[in-house]
């Protein structure tokens, strides 16, 4: 398959014209809230990409523009970057948006119950010039900073502390949780969670509608057959994603139509690197095995990635061998290979590292997260038993898998990660630096990986201009995560949307599902 960084733009109508209409969809994940600071997931930020606006945003083909800013520029020689603010823009109850929304929203978004703390390592300080001036002042130079933030929304002060959610709540919520007030083009009428969120057209709305709908109405729907049949008979208009399985008998029906792509996030096994001993299994107690990098190895070469991907992906994936997808900045592409599968490596690598007759531990899987997750767990737990590490699988809805990992209650556990700048510096800032929550890094590190290297190297690949040296250090850092077997990259997840032959829908890498792009002819 060939990556594509340009929208997929599917006009399939059978009218030139469209007419206003209702609009219905389904994917396997309820947004675990309507707060866009307390949860940093895809489901969470896609879906109120919809009803939240940011500074900038990104356009169908994935570049940066102009949103709640009209533009910005660098400021002196590196110190940070001047945003000029749209004026006339109002929130969803009519509140103006001005300068003081996006310091509250930097300090909201940044606080240490913000789930995006992380997004703002680099920024020392937030200024206000004027109603309608912003500075975003940063530790040094930051040349990707404008589309490192992409995802930041902002949220109206006055209507946050009037309702106590001046700080974010992902443990136990807060009014935030289930209702929201931004200024994106749809708002939200309706929010029952794990049931449906309904969705309107904002009229206030500041911008050009590209779009002809009068109602939007979301479901989560869990079972694939189900999701399917209700495409099928026109209950929905879109489900996200296609079952795997499914994807070929839906191409033969000339009432749906099957969106194929290549997402950017990677799927990957992350490992317990500062546990003292194992959670699970017969062996619970004992000292943890992954602490030592021959066993870590020996996980990547029993695992048959090409045989995952014919077999569960049905050759919609293709391997990874880093954090990124070849499609991402920062790429490196001298170290494109990954281990292969090789089942007496990993035997004598196991047997070097002291454990011949193998041993048992916990792996953690979502259950409705990633395309066909629980399936490619169930696969790694076959694989890894056949060079003696037995593997306890425990897959469970993402609501529950989040606060789990969180928390330390795994031994393993399979990750997808999409960089939200769609540059390799994303996933060494949130997955391979130290875990410091002063600094705001290393905030999805579960695992507690720590290189002082890696950590020595970020801020100057955050900071440098020259691009050939800001590469040389990118491949350095995929080096060191490579020899250390920090994770156990697996493959690109392949996108696979269905909707109904009358709808026109734009599909990102992101699988960001945009709404004001949405045409039912």
């Avoid at 030139?16 to 969809?25: G, H, S």
């Avoid at 940011?54 to 709640?68: Q, S």
């Avoid at 992954?290 to 293709?318: C, N, Q, Y």
């Amino acid at each position: 398959m060939r990556y594509l960084m340009t929208a997929s733009v599917l006009a399939l109508g059978l009218a030139a014209t469209a007419q206003a209409a209702e609009f219905k969809w389904a994917s396997t994940t309820d947004p675990q809230t309507m707060d866009p600071h307390a949860v940093n997931s895809a489901p969470v930020l896609g879906f109120l990409n919809n009803v939240y606006e940011g500074l900038v945003r990104r356009g169908k083909d994935m570049t940066v523009e102009p949103a709640l800013a009209t533009s910005w520029e660098a400021i002196g020689g590196g110190e940070g970057w001047r945003f000029k603010l749209r004026e006339g823009v109002t929130f969803h109850d009519g509140s103006a948006f001005d300068a003081q929304d996006v310091l509250f929203s930097y300090q909201r978004a940044s606080s240490e119950a913000a789930d995006t703390s992380s997004w703002f390592a680099p920024v020392s300080e937030v200024k206000i010039v004027d109603d309608y001036t912003v500075d975003i002042l940063t530790n040094a130079p930051n040349p990707i900073f404008p589309s490192s933030i992409a995802n930041w929304m902002m949220m109206d002060s006055g209507w946050a502390e009037a309702n106590d959610a001046v700080a974010p709540d992902k443990e136990s919520g807060n009014y935030a949780t289930i209702h929201a007030n931004g200024t994106g083009a749809f708002k939200v009428t309706a929010r029952e969670p794990g049931l449906r969120t309904v969705l309107e057209p904002f009229e206030g709305w500041w911008g050009e509608a590209d779009h002809n709908i009068t109602r939007a109405e979301f479901t989560p729907i869990q079972n694939p057959a189900t999701a399917v049949a209700a495409l099928l008979s026109g209950d929905v208009d879109l489900i996200n994603p296609v079952p795997i399985q499914d994807a070929g008998r839906l191409e033969g029906n000339a009432e749906v139509q099957v969106i194929k792509g290549i997402e950017a996030r990677v799927i990957m096994l992350g490992f317990p690197h500062e546990a003292e001993t194992l959670k699970y299994g017969a062996d619970a107690g004992k000292p943890n095995p992954f602490a030592d990098v021959r066993v870590r190895k020996a996980v990547a070469h029993a695992i048959s990635v090409p045989a995952i991907l014919r077999t569960i992906m049905r050759g919609h994936a293709e391997e990874a061998s880093q954090l990124v997808s070849p499609a991402m900045s920062g790429y490196s592409r001298t170290l494109a290979n990954r281990p292969p599968f090789d089942v007496n490596a990993a035997q004598a690598l196991m047997a070097e590292a002291g454990y011949a007759d193998g041993f048992s531990f916990g792996l953690k899987c979502p259950n409705d997260r990633y395309l066909n997750d629980e399936a490619v767990c169930q696969a790694v737990v076959s694989m890894l038993a056949k060079v003696g590490m037995r593997a306890e699988l425990d897959a469970m809805p993402v609501r529950n898998y989040w606060p789990e990992l969180r928390e330390d209650k795994y031994d393993m556990y399979l990750l997808g990660w999409s960089p939200g700048t769609f540059d390799a510096e994303h996933p060494i800032r949130f997955l391979a630096s130290t875990p410091n929550p002063e600094k705001k890094l290393g905030s999805w590190n579960f695992g507690g990986f720590s290189n002082a290297r890696v950590d020595e190297l970020l801020p100057q690949i955050q900071s440098e201009l020259d691009e050939g040296a800001r590469q040389a250090m990118l491949d350095e850092v995929v080096r060191i995560l490579q020899e250390e077997q920090a994770y156990v990259t697996l493959y690109v997840q392949p996108l696979v949307w269905g909707t109904r032959a009358n709808v026109e829908v734009t599909q990102r890498p992101d699988n960001f599902f945009i709404l004001r792009w949405v045409k039912v002819n």
